[in-house]
Nanobody, 123 residues
């Protein structure tokens, strides 16, 4: 299963970005999908997750209210729309897929990981 993510870049504080992950291989429509991030010198952390139907989502408190995760099972894509970006959102963002049923914030329960896309928010 391949999960390349794209859409990262340099954005000023207060700006917006839309990250997209295009999944190939496997059965995308059956996977719980998630976004995680890792800032320089920090541990990887959960950002958002969505169940296979797109009916259930969960967000980290740090992005709640500013971000929206969505998926298109016909196109095998999952997106993360991030608004009102802050310098502390600077990180490499990773797309991940899990074969469990339902959403999960636990990175250890994800089976597939992409290579990430860098988001840099300038102050």
């Amino acid at each position: 299963v391949q999960l390349p993510a794209f859409g990262g870049g340099l954005v000023p504080a207060g700006g917006s970005l839309k990250l997209t992950c295009e999944v190939s291989g496997g059965i995308f429509s059956s996977y719980t999908m998630g976004w995680f991030r890792q800032a320089p010198g920090k541990e990887r952390e959960f950002v958002a997750t969505i169940d296979w139907k797109g009916s259930s989502t969960d967000y980290a408190d740090s992005v709640k209210g500013r971000s929206t995760i969505s998926r298109d099972n016909a196109k095998n894509t999952v997106t993360l729309q991030m608004n009102f970006l802050k310098p502390e959102d600077t990180a490499v963002y990773y797309c991940a897929g899990s074969r469990i049923v339902g959403t999960t914030i636990r990175g250890g329960l994800y089976d597939y990981w992409g290579q990430g896309t860098l988001v840099t928010v300038s102050s």
